[in-house]
Each structure stands twice: as C-alpha cells, then as structure tokens.
C-alpha cells in the first residue's frame, strides 16, 4: 500500500487500480493517455484520484468485458441474486406435480455440478473461533458451471487481462490455495454476508480466492464466490487495499492470518 492511502488520500497508483480491476497495468495507460493525456510523466509516478478512477471505469464499461466493475462481491452477490429470483419464479408458475419433479432433478444434477473440496484446515477452524465464527462442521465446495461461468467471463479474456488471465488448469490449484495459503482474510463481511479470502503467493503471481461462508438448517458450506491472479507477489497490505478498496466490504472484525510465506 502507498503511503498517500495509508495517511487517508484516497490516490492510487495505475498499478494499484489494475490490480483491484483485474487487468493490465497497459490497459489503465491506454484509457489514461485517452481521457487525461498531459497527466503521464516520464520517471514521475501517475496517482490517480477518485474520480479520474470512476470516468476510467466507465470508459472500459464501454469498450471491454470490464462490465461496471466495482468488486468481484459485488458481481457473486448479483449471481446469487438472480438464481433465487428465477428459482422462485420458476417454482411458483410450475403446478404441483412439475415442482415435485423439478426438485428431484435439481438435486440429481447439483450432484454432479459441485466439486467438495473437503473440511477446514485446523488453522481455519481456529482463526475463525478467535472472531466467535464456529467452522467446524463446515466443508469447502465450488457449484461448479457457475463458478467456473463467473470466473472466466470476469477474469478469462487474454486480450485484457494479460499473463493475469484465468485458465482452466488454475481451478486445480484451489484445493491448495484453501488448506495452505500465505494468508487470509476470515469474517470480511458485506451487505450482511460473510467471506473468507485467501491468498496463495508465487515469486511471479499471487492467486487470490473468495469464499461465502453459506449456513441455513440444512446445510454449513463454505462456497467459492470468486477467484483471479495478480502478476506480482502481494502483501497483507495490498490483500486489505483490495478487499477494501471501496469502502463496502468491512474487514475490522476479521481474523487477519499470515501463515509464514509472505
């Protein structure tokens, strides 16, 4: 984290902007040179404040898949928005004997689009306890297509991306990432759900991944809500600075874990 956020400027770098919206740090200069042309110096470093970052915002709505990103929460809470209003919908238009079939085979192909990862690690289930969060019981899962969906729509496309880009082959390495990150964020909590972020870091890369912690009477799973890579190794300050970067999701009660590798 630049010293400008630390001491409350809300200024960031291009390198900071890039990579709270997944992408390129080029694809920031190209819509910087675009819309403030006088504003890039040579050997100088370009702080961008608020509302330079908003005008670029909308112009990458425009011309890339960047569609009005503000948080990959954000675009997982609109996911899950809309699969219960249609679930709803659906259910309530259907007569009786059709929703008793419908749940049945629900249920069948949910079991073959959900990928169970496993239990929580101890250190998990022990984090969580410091903040009153009682994980045990619970296990990690992905609903699989529409993760996978969510993943590579938002993060999957090279030409704006990068060497960030989400490839199939990135999805094996989550099983790792949840039992022996480099660090996590546990209890972030927005909109009154709550979420566990970790972060696997690489001399090159560092793979950030976000759960739901999902609890109803019948079920106590910890869900993958959205996953993406940056071209560089981070630290917990700029884990925080991404996470909190708009001000919407609030990690002051979070376990905050550094498990020696960063």
Known sequence: ???????GDRRMTVREVADVLGVTDEAIKKHIRELYPDLMQERVTTYLNEGQITAIKQKMRL???V????????????????????KARFEQEKPYEQRAISRYYVKQVNQFNKTVIGKPAQWLIDAAASIGLDLAGFRHE??????????????GDITLH?????????????????KTPNMAIIGATR??????VYAMVEPD???????????????????????YKVTRPLVMDDIKRIVTWNEKTDISGAAIVSL???
């Not at 990068?162 to 949840?178: H, L, M, N, S, Y």
């Open 142 to 155: 992905i609903l699989t297509g529409d993760f996978k969906r969510h993943v590579l729509k938002r993060h």
């Open 191 to 196: 909109k009154g759900r709550r979420y566990i």
């Open 1 to 7: 984290m630049n010293e400008l956020t630390a001491y």
């Open 63 to 65: 011309t890339t898949k």
């Open 205 to 227: 890369m560092t793979y950030i991944y976000f759960e739901q912690i999902f609890e109803s009477h019948r079920k106590r799973v910890l869900r993958g809500s959205t996953f």
């Open 162 to 178: 990068g060497k960030a880009t989400i490839v199939e082959a990135d999805f094996t390495r989550i099983p790792d990432i949840v």
């Open 67 to 86: 569609a009005s990103v503000i948080t990959d929460l954000e675009a997982a809470e609109m996911l899950i928005k809309s699969a219960e209003h249609f």
């Open 260 to 262: 020696g590798k960063a």
